[in-house]
């Protein structure tokens, strides 16, 4: 037989049901943001003039220089290559490396 179970464990269940039924009441899902790309000690001056100096231009590269985490530097990159300020030169299956585009 199931061991009975103490008041702490009721609570606990009692109020993790209340907290389900009030995320439904609200909408459903929670939209959530992880890692926004608000860096604020990187300015474009600043980060095209590195990105002239790289031979080879890859998030650990960035992520080295910026002292920044590698995820946060993919992420700067895609911006960027959305944004047509670099191009993806060569991909292999963990390794990504980009240049500036001549404009």
Sequence with gaps: MP??????????QQRKKDSKDK????????IKTIGTLDIEEI?????MEQLQKMKAVTPTGLAIHYSLK???AKRLLEQLQKDKVVEMVSRSHN???YAL???
Excluded at 3 to 12: A, F, G, P, V, Y
Excluded at 23 to 30: L, S, Y
Excluded at 43 to 47: A, F, G, K, N, Q
Aim: glycine letters at 6%; proline letters at 0%; aromatic letters at 0%.
């Design 3 to 12: 061991q009975k179970k103490s008041l702490k464990q009721i609570e606990r």
């Design 23 to 30: 995320e439904k009441e609200k909408g459903g899902r929670v």
């Design 43 to 47: 300015d474009s001056e600043d980060l």
């Design 70 to 72: 590698v995820s946060m």
């Design 95 to 97: 390794l990504k490396v």
């Design 101 to 103: 585009t001549a404009d």
